[in-house]
Structure formats: C-alpha cells, structure tokens
C-alpha cells in the first residue's frame, strides 16, 4: 500500500514454494487408515499437512499454508 499507489491496496502474488522438505524430525505419522505427511518450504518457512488414504495414497485433506517456526508464548500471572 505505498503512496506510488496512491494507498491502493493491492493483492500479493500466489506463494510458490522454492525447497520443498520434510516438516520436523518424524514427518509421516500413521493412524488407523490415514497418513499425515508434513512438508515444508525450507527457504521461505511456509509448511502444511497432508491427510492421505493409506491403502490409495489419495489426499483426503490438507492444512491451509501457514508459517512453520514456532513461538514461545510466555504468559504473565496476574497480582
């Protein structure tokens, strides 16, 4: 939104993924007949979860893209 736009907002370009890796030391976890398989976009930090059948191999689901670091909430106790 910068002033050469006159403050116009403008939609960013499509995320693409440019190293595509595992997510976390244990990427595959097994339940039942699904599969969860992690992966990540190591330069850029944006991972997702993907949900497979486990007999087909076909994605039943996915997580929506979201930033993979993790942050260290430290709460307060109230006096």
């Known amino acids: 939104m910068p002033v050469e736009?006159?403050?116009?907002?403008?939609?960013l370009r499509p995320w693409v993924p440019k190293e595509v890796g595992v997510?976390?030391?244990e990427p595959l976890l097994v339940s039942g007949d699904r599969v969860a398989a992690g992966r990540t976009?190591?330069?850029g930090g944006i991972g997702r979860?993907?949900?497979?059948?486990l007999d087909g191999g076909e994605i039943v689901s996915a997580t929506a893209p979201v930033p993979t670091?993790?942050?260290r909430w430290r709460v307060q106790a109230s006096s």
């Open 5 to 11: 736009t006159g403050w116009e907002v403008r939609p």
């Open 41 to 43: 976009d190591t330069r």
């Open 49 to 53: 979860t993907f949900f497979l059948d």
């Open 69 to 71: 670091g993790r942050k």
């Open 23 to 25: 997510h976390h030391c």
